[in-house]
C-alpha cells in the first residue's frame, strides 16, 4: 500500500467535522494507506482529515509497539458511553509534532461502529484503547488537543510547537 503525507496544524482541514462513510474498496484502501501511515510515522491511530479526507474514519493500533500488531479500522464510530472515571496525560499528535499536551479523557468507553466489511461492531474499550479511540475520534469532529487545553496551557503549546517545529 502507501504511506501518506499527514497534515499538520494549522491545516483547516484539522478543525473540519467530517461526513459518514460507507466501507468500499476505496475506503477500505484508504484504511489500509492509513495504517501504512500510522506504522511508518509512528503511531498508533490516525484518522482520516489528518491525511486529508473529511470523511468519519479512524485506524488504530494501540499494542503494536509492545507486541504484535492488532490493527483495528473503525468507520462512523459513535461513542455510546463513557465510564466515569478519568486520566489525565500526555497525548501526543501526529498532526501537532514535536509536543506532547496533558489531556483528560474517560478511561472507558462503549464505542459502536461499522468494521471495513459493513459490519456494526460494538465494545467497550478500556485504558489506553479508550484514550486514543476518544483521540481519534475528536478528530473526526474537528477537534484537536489544542483544543481541550486552557488559553494559558495552549499558548504554552503553542509556543513549544513553534520552536520544536522552526526550520
Avoid at 498532526?95 to 468494521?115: C, Q, V
Wanted: proline share 10%; charged share 20%.
Amino acid at each position: 500500500m502507501a504511506v501518506l503525507p499527514v497534515l499538520t496544524w494549522p491545516d483547516a482541514r484539522l478543525s473540519t467535522p467530517c461526513v459518514p462513510v460507507l466501507p468500499t474498496d476505496a475506503t477500505r484502501a484508504l484504511a489500509q494507506d492509513m495504517l501504512d501511515t500510522m506504522y511508518a510515522a509512528p503511531g498508533r491511530g490516525l484518522a482520516a482529515p489528518q491525511v486529508g479526507h473529511l470523511i468519519r474514519l479512524f485506524v488504530m493500533d494501540v499494542t503494536w509497539k509492545d507486541g504484535p500488531p492488532a490493527p483495528r479500522i473503525f468507520f462512523n464510530p459513535v461513542i455510546l458511553s463513557r465510564g466515569t472515571a478519568t486520566a489525565t496525560g500526555p497525548e501526543g499528535c501526529l498532526s501537532i509534532p514535536g509536543i506532547t499536551t496533558d489531556i483528560t479523557r474517560a478511561t472507558e468507553i462503549h464505542l459502536r461502529w461499522t468494521d471495513a466489511e459493513g459490519r456494526p461492531q460494538e465494545d467497550t474499550l478500556t485504558g489506553f484503547a479508550a484514550i486514543c479511540a476518544q483521540h481519534e475520534i475528536d478528530h473526526l469532529d474537528g477537534i484537536l488537543t489544542l483544543d481541550r487545553l486552557s488559553p494559558a496551557a495552549r499558548a504554552r503549546a503553542l509556543a513549544a510547537y513553534d520552536a520544536a517545529n522552526a526550520p
